[in-house]
């Protein structure tokens, strides 16, 4: 039986922390549903990884700031962006109102 | 900087043929967008490749059948399903109404 889901379905309504589910994952890649309703990066605070993130996001709207960068991307349905593996960033923000629901893919994760 | 895109930009109202456009490409990784407007698979033949294929329908409709399977599966918007390698399949039909948006991951590939 082929493994499917839906990336639409089963959002909290109010969620206190982010949620979480790996959609696939093998070794060197893992297929991630994120959904976030206003978290954000904590202030002065910066993620890293050691691996390449290209995400997407699909419902929602976010801000990510990238180290160097002059200011933070706005982010809307549809919109993807590639981390790559090192690069320092922020969510500076997520929507308040609803669910902004992420599909990441990590890359030599 | 950081490569970026829109899932649901540059799409064509009308396309002959399917569209496909690498977002992400790596060893072992493809990350594709493909873009569908009534195109299926031909009568009596199967689609089927060596690696694994992780896909999402993210607009628009369409039905994929997987060999050994009764009849084939009806994919909505936010509808994933892995394929996997060696796993012949058809797109029984895609939505004639206007664009079926796809994000394959090719994992192996």
């Known amino acids: 039986m082929a493994q499917s ?3 639409f379905a089963d959002i909290a309504r109010v969620l206190e922390h982010e949620q979480f589910a790996d959609l696939y994952a093998a070794p060197g890649i893992k297929i991630e549903r994120i959904v ?8 002065l605070q910066w993620l890293e990884q050691d691996w390449t993130e290209w995400v997407a996001l699909l419902t929602g709207a976010a801000a990510i700031q990238l180290e160097g960068e002059p200011g933070p991307r706005t982010l809307e349905p549809g919109d993807w962006l590639l981390i790559p593996a090192r690069k320092r960033h922020r969510v500076e923000w997520t929507d308040l109102s ?3 629901i992420w599909l990441a893919v990590h890359i030599g994760v």
Chains 1, 2 share one sequence.
């Open 5 to 7: 889901g839906n990336l």
């Open 36 to 43: 976030s309703t206003g978290q954000a990066t904590p202030p």
């Open 98 to 100: 609803g669910a902004t």
